[in-house]
């Protein structure tokens, strides 16, 4: 049911709701029309008739309530969209080089920002609740296409990279949505403003981009190393580097960069322990080890089987010696994703005669199809 406010009435609202963001440590607020976006639906089927979505079944099974938030929720008539700063105080890229290190995502080095972003969109969504109106809060937790509601309220774009861009923040917002069945003003959308440059594109190491602003999760180091739950494709695992929760690349790349600034959130600064972790120290974790250091991390949502996978393809592409050790012990790990991970990254590290003990050793005990496979792939 919609619910009515006078123009002067919802004016006033939005300066308030504006002013309680900006004290709550949001840094970008904008409104839209809940029909914002008719074009969603397409874009979207179009996407999952590719198969772009890989693994991430829900993207298919729930087409019409992401395409359009009315088919969510009936009764919203607009959107309000924020962002928080995730800002890094550091160049996301410099890790790379650090083979023996792990490279963690920005957003994953501290607290989950789902924890920290959901209690203050109900703070704000309450005084919405106090004019006798309803509203519905959500980050990223439901079926809605925040990015180009995002655009849509005038926060930014979506770039080449499919990642929203600000002129303020550069690719690094959280976004949240409170829908609302207010009839309230609605902000300017956001033109496109990546011109020319597609250094989004040209930097991606697995090329998962088919074109400007489209996107193959299959082929995204940080769908792979996140929500693909198997093995690592063996055509990724050189290009995964030591990337061992996420990839960075097209959103540390991208020049509107230069006008960012660090987050103020304390919570969203990366602890010291999660800017470049030694590889050493990771791959010894058993799982309540893994628990105890991603207690309040989003990195612990993978759980250790799939984290230790992504750390031994770290290993195996650091070129050090001095972690064969440590990998050959996870050659007898109870995981078979462990233990495949383990051979690929001996493998890589052994000595051919060395290599050839071990295999001697281990794969006649193993029962697991994925990993005698690993023992035996060509290279």
């Known amino acids: 049911m919609r619910t009515s406010t006078s123009s002067l009435d919802a004016a006033a609202l939005v300066a308030e709701l504006r002013e309680r963001a900006q004290l709550l440590g949001f840094s970008a607020f904008g409104v839209t029309r809940a029909d914002a976006r008719p074009d969603l639906r397409d874009k979207l089927e179009a996407a999952l008739a590719a198969g772009w979505q890989g693994e991430m079944g829900w993207l298919a099974e729930t087409p019409d309530r992401r395409s359009s938030p009315a088919a969510l929720w009936q009764d919203v008539r607009s959107v309000i969209m924020l962002g928080v700063n995730y800002g890094p105080d550091t160049d996301p890229l410099e890790t790379l080089a650090q083979r023996e290190c792990g490279t963690i995502s920005v957003y994953a080095r501290n607290r989950d920002y789902h924890d920290i972003i959901k209690g203050k969109l109900k703070e704000i969504a309450s005084l919405i609740n106090r004019t006798g109106a309803k509203a519905k809060v959500f980050v990223d937790t439901a079926p809605v296409m925040e990015k180009p509601l995002a655009e849509a309220a005038g926060i930014g774009w979506q770039g080449k990279h499919t990642v929203l861009v600000s002129r303020a923040f550069g690719s690094w917002l959280f976004l949240g949505a409170i829908f609302t069945d207010l009839e309230l003003p609605a902000d300017a959308p956001h033109e496109e403003s990546c011109g020319t440059c597609q250094a989004c594109l040209d930097i991606c190491p697995t090329q998962a981009f ?159 199809i994925s990993v005698r496979s690993e023992w035996t792939m060509k290279d």
């Open 210 to 368: 088919p074109a400007p602003f489209q996107l193959d999760a299959r082929r995204c180091l940080s769908y792979l190393n996140i929500e693909h739950a198997g093995p690592i494709p063996v055509e990724f695992r050189k290009a995964m580097g030591n990337r061992i929760y996420g990839c960075d690349d097209c959103l540390a790349v991208c020049p509107w960069n230069k006008f960012a600034t660090v987050s103020h959130e304390a919570k969203l600064k990366a602890r010291e322990d999660l800017k470049a972790p030694a590889l050493a120290d990771l791959v010894a974790l058993d799982d309540a080890g893994f628990r105890s250091l991603f207690s309040a991390s989003p990195i612990k949502r993978i759980g250790h089987a799939r984290f230790l996978r992504n750390v031994l393809i770290a290993v195996g592409n650091s070129g050090s010696p001095a972690l064969l050790p440590q990998a050959e012990a996870r050659l007898a790990d109870a995981d078979p994703l462990i233990r495949g991970a383990a051979v690929w990254a001996v493998r890589r590290l052994a000595a051919p005669d060395r290599a050839a003990a071990l295999q001697l050793a281990f794969l006649p005990r193993e029962a697991d």
